[in-house]
């Protein structure tokens, strides 16, 4: 009874703890619906903003791998580059080294055979010497040409007094001055003449060498050795220095170019000693280099020359090409 008296005592604490659950469950605020799709959306946006900050971080890995990659790439076409150069460097060096030795061989092959060619002169001449009878005609002629020589001489400074006196009043300075210059030349040169009056004609190996070239003037054939060739060729060299100076003075002294008006040419006999070949066959030669070389000198160009000296202030001298076509000398051997 007792029992019972204490189960009927609970039961309404029981019922009531049930009651005041029950209240305190209904009592809860609801949710908000739209609070929770706001947050929601937040998530969503934050989602969102994520997944564009990683779009964002690859886009730049990209671009750094490509960067890399691209100056990856610069710096081996660099060093390809390098490399091509120092092999073009090297293959310069190379042939220019090879260049070089090809002309050391070639310099001393030239050597080697010009003294070949020389030995074979020597022997030539002791081979073809003259006849005693011979170079004595050779001698006597060569002293008559040297008389004639002297007196050509005394005629052509009384006319080289005339015709300064006629470029002075004409008031061609330059073309004066030069005329002063090559009559001072002619003036040593016959000083040196002078001094040799007394010439050991059987020392000189021309009036016992025999002859080895030919050449034509006017239509005629002569003979000559080696001395007179360089004779020769000096009359043509010696024209065209002397003509190439006489045709700048012309235009300087703006005269109208005229190599026959000039004394020098008139005269032809700067370089001649009297020895080896005649006096007209001297003055042929040399007006015809005179010629080419006043034409050159009037007209400021270099046709039928060279500055050998590279300069302004150079020797002017003759082609070989145009000296040769003048000679136009035939071997006999």
């Given amino acids: 009874m007792r029992a019972g008296t204490l189960g009927h005592m609970a039961l309404p604490f ?4 049930l009651a005041l659950a029950g209240t305190a469950g209904l009592a809860s605020p609801r949710q908000d619906p739209h609070t929770g799709e706001q947050s929601n959306k937040q998530d969503d946006k934050n989602k969102t903003q994520e997944d564009k900050d990683k779009e964002k971080d690859k886009d730049k890995d990209k671009a750094k791998k490509q960067q890399d990659a691209k100056q990856q790439q610069q710096a081996e076409q660099a060093q390809e580059a390098k490399q091509a150069q120092q092999q073009q460097h090297k293959q310069a060096q190379q042939h220019k080294q090879a260049e070089q030795k090809r002309q050391q ?4 092959q030239q050597g080697v055979q010009h003294q070949l060619e020389q ?25 008559a040409r040297l008389v004639q020589y002297r007196q050509q001489l005394n005629r052509q400074n009384r006319l080289a007094q005339q015709r300064a006196e006629a470029l002075q009043q004409q008031q061609r300075v330059a073309q004066y001055n030069f005329q002063q210059q090559y ?25 016992y060498t025999a002859p080895s070239y030919r050449y034509s003037r006017d239509g005629r054939y002569y003979e000559t050795n080696q001395y007179g060739v360089d004779q020769l060729r000096q ?3 010696y024209g065209y220095q002397e003509g190439f100076q006489a045709g700048q003075a012309d235009r300087q002294d703006r005269w109208k170019g005229s190599y026959q008006d000039s004394y020098a040419y008139r005269d032809a006999n700067y370089g001649y000693n009297g020895y080896y070949v005649d006096e007209e066959t001297y003055q042929y030669y040399f007006r015809e280099g005179f010629r080419r070389g006043f034409e050159d000198g009037y007209n400021s160009r270099y046709q039928y020359g060279a500055n050998t000296n590279a300069n302004a202030n150079g020797t002017s001298s003759i082609l070989e090409g145009v ?3 003048i000679l136009n000398l035939q071997s006999l051997r």
């Fill in 14 to 17: 029981v019922i009531s703890g």
């Fill in 105 to 108: 061989q070639a310099t001393q």
């Fill in 119 to 143: 030995q074979e002169v020597r022997q030539e001449r002791k081979e073809q010497r003259l006849s005693q009878a011979r170079q004595q005609q050779l001698i006597q002629e060569q002293q």
């Fill in 183 to 207: 009559l001072e030349r002619m003036r040593q040169q016959q000083l040196r003449l002078d001094q040799a009056r007394n010439y050991d004609y059987e020392q000189d190996p021309y009036f």
């Fill in 235 to 237: 009359a043509v060299n």
């Fill in 323 to 325: 000296l040769s076509a």
